[in-house]
Structures are given as C-alpha cells and as structure tokens.
Nanobody
Framework: QVRVVESGGGLVQAGGSLRLSCEAS????????MGWCRQAPGEQRELVAI???????NYADSLKDRFTIARANAKNTVYLQMNSLKTKDSAIYYC??????????????WGQGTQITVSS
C-alpha cells in the first residue's frame, strides 16, 4: 500500500512564507507526477502546481510568481514553497503522487490535506 503524508501547514501572517512537504511511502516502483492542489471553504479544489519526475513544473497562472514546487526523487518527496502569502491563500492543501507499482499499474494517491490559514 502507499501513503502520502503532508506536513508544514499552519497559521501565518499575510506577507509571510511557508514551506510544505509531502512524502510518499510504501510499495513504490516509481513516481511520475507529483503535485499540490488546494480547496478553500465553499470552493472547488484547484490545481496549485505540478512537477514531473524529470523536474518539469507547471503552475496555476495566478500563483507562479509566489509559489515554487520542487521534489527530491530519492526521497519520494515534493515541496511547495509559498511566499508573500495572502489571506485568499487560506485553504486545505492536498498533495498527490502518481505512483507506478511493480505490476505496471499507475494510481494517483492523495494525502489527507494540511490546513493553511493566512491572517491579515
């Protein structure tokens, strides 16, 4: 089985920074894409950023100037550096990993989410 666990959430003042981490563990042959999404109360889940196993990144247009995604393949870990945080960035942030098993199948695994609250 595969587990995806986020860490690093919390409360921060507007203008501050936070770094989220997310580690996938378990029976993993390889991981293709890893990414972050977020969901604010009453809103749909939206994509924040994606990173491929080769390090190619893609961001939501509104976030690419403030957020940076990175990964450590040897650790099956993805990071999200968030700078100049705004109150509208408050949401639950979810990590996912597209895991390939030894049988060749590929499944997307999600973390449980970590709350980010940005105060004014």
């Amino acid at each position: 089985q595969v587990r995806v666990v986020e860490s690093g959430g919390g409360l921060v003042q507007a203008g501050g920074s936070l770094r989220l981490s997310c580690e996938a563990s378990g029976i993993i042959f390889s991981i293709n894409d890893m990414g972050w999404c977020r969901q604010a109360p009453g809103e749909q889940r939206e994509l924040v950023a994606i990173i491929t196993s080769g390090g190619v990144t893609n961001y939501a247009d509104s976030l690419k100037d403030r957020f940076t995604i990175a990964r450590a393949n040897a650790k099956n870990t993805v990071y999200l550096q968030m700078n100049s945080l705004k109150t509208k960035d408050s949401a639950i942030y979810y990590c996912y990993a597209d895991v390939r098993s030894y049988s060749g199948s590929s499944l997307r695994y999600w973390g449980q989410g970590t709350q980010i609250t940005v105060s004014s």
